[in-house]
Each structure stands twice: as C-alpha cells, then as structure tokens.
C-alpha cells in the first residue's frame, strides 16, 4: 500500500533549536503540501510544489521556516530557531498529477514540541 | 482573503440517524470541494471529490452536494454508525491545487 512516510513522528526540543522534518512522498506524486495543524488554527496551509519547485509559500514564516525538495523521493520543513509558539502537528501531503486526479495522501505527522 | 467554515464544531447524533455537515466559503471560486476524515493521531484521509460543474456526488452511504451560488457543500452521511465518529473535513482547491486549504472541520460523534 503506497502511502506518505513522515520522519521524525515525534520531536520534543528546546526554543532556539534547529527542527528539520522529512517528508517521503508517494512515488509519482509530483505535488507535495506541508500543512501545520493546531486546535486553534486547525489545518494551515504552509507551502505548496508542483514538480519539486515550490509554488506557494505564503503561509509560512519566512523568518525561520524554509521548505525544500532536495529531489522527487524528499521534501524537508525545517525551523531555526524553534519557538514554542511553533508546537503543532506538522503534516505532509502528496498528489498525483493534476491532470489525473486530485486528492490528497497525509502522511501520520510529525508531533512538534518546542519547550 | 479566502475563508471556509463548517457549521459547527461538534455534532452528536444517534446511531442509524442520517448526519448532514456544512461547509460554507467565502471570497474564492474553487473547482474542487473535497471531504476528508480525520481520525485522532492520523492524518486526514479522502473520502469525496466534487467538481464545481456538478452538483451531486455519491459514494456508499456517503452524498455530498455542491452550490456554487450559495458557496456550500453539505455532507452527509446516511444510516450512520458509531464506526462514522471522527473529524470531518471540507477543502477547497483551485484547477492546478493551488490554494488547497481547509475548513477547521466537524467533530462527529454516533451513539450507540
């Protein structure tokens, strides 16, 4: 069963420490989307790419968030420095291409908390 | 900006009962309206698509409407067991994904 692997699951870290988190899509997924979900804010989107080039990063803080994919096979978010307003679930999700369909596959997420 | 609400935060109903959920949007025209289920600790998972030229889609027990007039998509769930409790979650998106953004969601209880 094809599905989107998400590494660390969990992370606990200090405010002002570097958070990298991975993302694995679905192979031959070419759209991956990192969303951030909090009880508060529920589901927000943080950045969106289309063929490995990023699209839309409008709802991340440009200041300590960068999202990349190094290549097809991985997409990294990462934060520096962390703070604890950053403690969310941290979600990633890939799409085949557009032209075939257009729903979503989450990955389980990855547990933020910044102490 | 675009903005998406889901009529509330938690709806009970009893078992065998059909569970009707709203979602409204604002300031966007989508070509897609998704609904997702969430479960706790999981990821949200697909469960319906419904393009902005058509106006009802079904799947098992499952029919979600779309009003392109009214900007709303109701969801519903029919002879609904404890087994349909869970979040459930409207998304819109626009021809290409861009903008694929998501209501807070509804928090669907189904007693026994």
């Known amino acids: 069963d094809a599905r989107v692997t998400q590494t660390p699951r969990h992370k606990v870290t200090e405010m002002g420490q570097e958070v990298t988190m991975r993302c694995q899509p679905i192979?031959?997924?070419?759209?991956v989307f990192w969303y951030r979900q909090t009880m508060m804010q529920g589901l927000e989107l943080l950045a969106y790419?289309?063929?490995?080039?990023?699209?839309?990063d409008s709802g991340m803080p440009k200041d300590r968030f960068s999202a990349e994919m190094p290549d097809a096979t991985l997409a990294t978010l990462k934060i520096q420095p962390s703070e604890p307003r950053d403690s969310a679930v941290y979600f990633c999700?890939?799409?085949?291409?557009?032209?075939?369909?257009?729903?979503?596959?989450f990955g389980s997420g990855t547990q933020l908390s910044v102490l | 900006s675009q903005k998406i609400e889901q009529n509330s935060e938690a709806l009970n109903i009893q078992e065998g009962k059909t569970a009707t959920l709203t979602c409204n949007y604002t300031?966007?025209?989508?070509?897609?309206l998704q609904w997702y289920r969430q479960d706790p600790g999981r990821g949200p998972v697909f469960l319906l698509l419904?393009?902005?030229?058509?106006k009802e889609k079904r799947k098992e027990r499952l029919k979600v409407t779309f009003d392109t007039t009214l900007k709303q998509s109701l969801f519903h769930i029919t002879a609904s067991q404890p087994a349909d409790s869970a979040t459930y979650l409207c998304?819109?998106?626009?021809?290409?994904?861009?903008?694929?953004?998501f209501g807070p969601g509804t928090r669907l209880s189904v007693l026994p």
């Open positions: 300031n966007y025209s989508p070509a897609y």
């Open positions: 999700a890939s799409g085949p291409p557009i032209t075939t369909n257009e729903k979503l596959f």
């Open positions: 998304a819109i998106s626009g021809d290409y994904g861009q903008n694929f953004v």
């Open positions: 790419f289309r063929n490995r080039a990023p699209l839309d």
């Open positions: 419904i393009r902005e030229n058509e």
């Open positions: 192979l031959g997924h070419n759209t």
